[in-house]
């Protein structure tokens, strides 16, 4: 098990999917409607009330959850999740609802073409397909709200959970030995411009993040990290929308984000804060609950810590968002 053979799934996927998009999508009318049939039967069973304890696990012991996007907070963020702070409330502008959306759709774009190549993969190549999607016990495809779940951990003497839903778990079967296994697949989106797109060459931090607690929270070593393009070019234009990177999760990666996750519910408990970081701040989630929580001498502290900043060696981007972190939470406290 080796980075290596991350690298080496992850660019097998991606010649699978360039591949199979030099062929016209089939359709596949008997194939969608028993995959809406089959969500529709697991959306109406999770919505119930009870169907997920989100306070006590099942021993009765209380416990904080954390979703797998959890994996990317800064300690003071795991706290407070860990407390159950009240998160800021979503605003989005309207180009960011967009987004979000498209975000969406895309990923079940992705996830459909898999299920698509499992019926028609083979006979417009003459190939039988490495990746397929894993199924559960009741023949549902891998992914989604098909296998959300909440994953009970016990670490340090602390009790917690993982809550969430991945985007996929591909079967690979490996041409070279015939081996199979299980394979996480996170789908990201990229909206921003070809530009970006075409200097991706590594995956964004959070998003690596979240693919421990997913292969800690399903059993499997490898992770596909794929990033979609919906950025338009000119029709006649050849390139392929995805960029696609390996990731594998070590028993070290999923204990040290147990241990993190532990030492936030044990602070939680004790009321031991951890300091704020001015550089996190601006996508921080609990501003409101913090803000509004700092002493006058922790404030101060960081004002120190932000005027320090400007006679640094640090990049301008640096400074400015160490100043504008204080400026917003003053102005939260300000509006109390």
Known sequence: MTQAYADKIAREFHEFMSEWHTHNQ????????????????????????????????????????????????????????????????AKFNENQRYWVGIGGVLGEYLQREVLLTERHYEKLTGKKPAFKMARTKDGNPAYEHFVKKMHEIEHDGQHFAYFGLPDGILTYTDEDT?????????????????SKFKALDEPKKGHLAQTTAYADMYGFDYVIVVYILSYGRGWYEDFSRLKTFGKYVSEDDRMTLRQRCAT?????????APPIQLEEWKFFDYKNVVAKALT????????GHARRAQSSSLPAFMKRSYTEAIEEIEAIREAE
């Open 296 to 303: 006058e001498e922790e404030l101060d502290k960081l004002r």
């Open 26 to 89: 089939p359709y596949d009318d008997e194939m969608d409607a028993d995959i809406h049939e089959r969500y529709a039967k697991v959306l109406r069973e999770q919505s119930k009330w009870g169907y997920y304890d989100f306070s006590r696990n099942p021993q009765g012991i209380k416990r904080p959850h954390f979703g797998p996007s959890s994996a990317g907070y800064s300690d003071r963020e795991l706290y407070e999740k860990a407390r159950k702070s009240k998160r800021d409330p």
């Open 178 to 194: 015939g081996e199979e296994l299980n394979v996480g697949l996170e789908i990201k989106s990229e909206q921003a411009n070809w």
């Open 264 to 272: 936030a519910v044990k602070q939680a408990k004790e009321g031991a």
